[in-house]
Nanobody
Framework: VQLVESGGGSVQSGRSLILSCKVT????????MGWYRQAPGKEREGVAA?????????AYADSVKGRFVISKDNQKNILYLQMDNLEPEDTAMYYC????????????????????WGQGTQVTVS
């Protein structure tokens, strides 16, 4: 299983970005997936998660509720993170993760020893 993120960049406060995570390999319709971020000097934190299509549960960190939306194109097997009204505090490396087990993703726990992870895409907000 490979996860490849894209869409990061440098933007001004209040602007928007859409992150993408392409998944290749693995059981696409049974994966739970999530977005995490890690700012310099800080621990990795969960941002948003989406359970498998048959489950449909969502989870968002309080800091991004109302600004970020997670979604997935199941045909293309691409996970998205629509980020609106970005703030400097959103500056971080953003990672996507996937696993058949949903519990740690929906709990937004950064279990880096579980599942599969991408290499990250940098988001900088000034």
């Amino acid at each position: 299983v490979q996860l490849v993120e894209s869409g990061g960049g440098s933007v001004q406060s209040g602007r928007s970005l859409i992150l993408s995570c392409k998944v290749t390999g693995g059981p696409k319709l049974t994966f739970c997936m999530g977005w995490y971020r890690q700012a310099p000097g800080k621990e990795r934190e969960g941002v948003a998660a989406l359970a498998s299509p048959s489950d449909g549960r969502l989870a968002y960190a309080d800091s991004v509720k109302g600004r970020f939306v997670i979604s997935k194109d199941n045909q293309k097997n691409i996970l998205y993170l629509q980020m609106d009204n970005l703030e400097p505090e959103d500056t971080a490396m953003y990672y996507c993760a996937a696993d058949i087990k949903a519990w740690w993703l929906l709990a937004l726990r950064p279990q880096t020893d579980f599942g599969w992870w991408g290499q990250g895409t940098q988001v900088t907000v000034s």
